[in-house]
Structure formats: C-alpha cells, structure tokens
C-alpha cells in the first residue's frame, strides 16, 4: 500500500497534523498583529522584520501543510520538509543579523529554535512514516 489515504495515515501524523494547523494559525495571528498592529510592533521591541514576515507567511505553509498531513498526502510530507529547511535558512539569516549587531529580541532566537524543534520533527516523523507505508514493514 502507498499510504495515501486517510485511512492507512498513522495517528502520529494525526497528532502532527493537528500541531501543524494549530501552530499555522496561531503564527498568523501573533506575526500579523506585529505587520498589521503598531502597537503589537511597539510591544514586540526589537524585532527583526524578515524573519517575522517569513514567519507570518510560513503560519499559511504551516496550515497547508497539517490539511495534508490530515490527508496523508506525499506532497504535505514534502512540503513539512521544505518549511524545516526555509526555517533553518531563516534561523541562519536571523544568526547572521545578530552577528552583524542588528537589534533582536532573545526571545526571536528562543521562537526559531522552537520553530526549528517543531518543523524538524514532524517533517522527520512525516518522512519515517510515509517510507514505512510505501514499504509495508
């Protein structure tokens, strides 16, 4: 069997799925209240504008990318997997900007590494999963 239908998704990636959507709204909300919310920026303090409008725009992935997992679809796997990368890319920016004594909050480099923590495990469970379905074992 592939692992392509709902049915044979394992509840691991239920539990995953429900994470990712979860996790995708509520980044929408706070990094939109920071983009669309002047008081919400002035409350944030420092904080470092690409990598809230990455993370504001990953919450959508991040909400696309749980219907899938919920579908058990190949694509969403993929999809967990590229919002790891792009999030460690981002990270990596983020390091950079710090680097360069651009003004952050700790607490940004606390959320991307729980970001980071996040999508890297449900991209890895996604992946031991769907290679177990495709195999049978």
Do not use: C
């Not at 890297?120 to 379905?133: E, G, R, V, Y």
């Amino acid at each position: 069997m592939m692992g392509n239908s709902v049915q044979s998704r394992p509840n691991i990636i239920l539990a995953a799925a429900i994470v990712a959507v979860l996790f995708g709204v509520l980044t929408i909300f706070s990094g939109g209240s920071v983009i669309f919310s002047s008081s919400a920026a002035q409350a944030a303090g420092n904080y470092v504008p690409f990598v809230v409008w990455f993370n504001f725009l990953a919450g959508f992935a991040y909400v696309i990318a749980g219907i899938g997992l919920f579908q058990w679809r190949r694509w969403a796997v993929n999809l967990s997997v590229m919002i790891a990368i792009a999030t460690l890319l981002v990270f990596a920016g983020l390091g950079f900007h710090v680097m360069q004594d651009g003004a952050f909050e700790m607490r940004t480099v606390f959320a991307m590494i729980f970001r980071s923590v996040v999508w890297i495990t449900i991209s890895m469970l996604a992946n031991t999963a769907w290679k177990k379905a495709k195999t049978g074992i």
